[in-house]
């Protein structure tokens, strides 16, 4: 059951990069559109609507790829099984929270300051997805 765990927690990886990787994308397109143009000028879909609803959804993957993989952390924890370092939780706490935290500071009335809110805690979650993986295997 433990190697199950193991094997299913770490194929969640790559899964939580590919999809931050992609919000990271489309969070810095979408503000080099929005370079110069005011909030209170054009909302936010106008710019390129479907980039913006692919960055919803991609950030929506994101967050839930992070959730369940905190599950399955808490699930390979109560089996007894410890990470090789202890900030392995902190890393997984950041994956699990910046996303939602990101979305509880944006006001979704200032378009780009919501962008660059958004924008660093997928950097946040990319940053801490990696070091997550590589202070996670039991020395």
Known sequence: MLNTLLSIHFIFVPLI????????????????LR???ADTDTPAGSAAPLLTRALRWLLIATAALG???AV????????GARPGEPLHYVYGGIVLLAIPVAYVYSDQ???R??????VIAVVAVIGAAVRALMTGAPH
């Open 113 to 118: 300051r919501d962008l660059i809110i958004t």
């Open 109 to 111: 009335k200032r378009v």
């Open 17 to 32: 990069l590919l999809a931050g990787g992609l919000s990271l994308i489309c969070g810095a397109t979408l503000l080099v």
């Open 67 to 69: 959730a369940i993989q």
């Open 35 to 37: 370079r110069g143009v």
């Open 72 to 79: 399955i952390g808490g699930l390979i924890f109560l089996t």
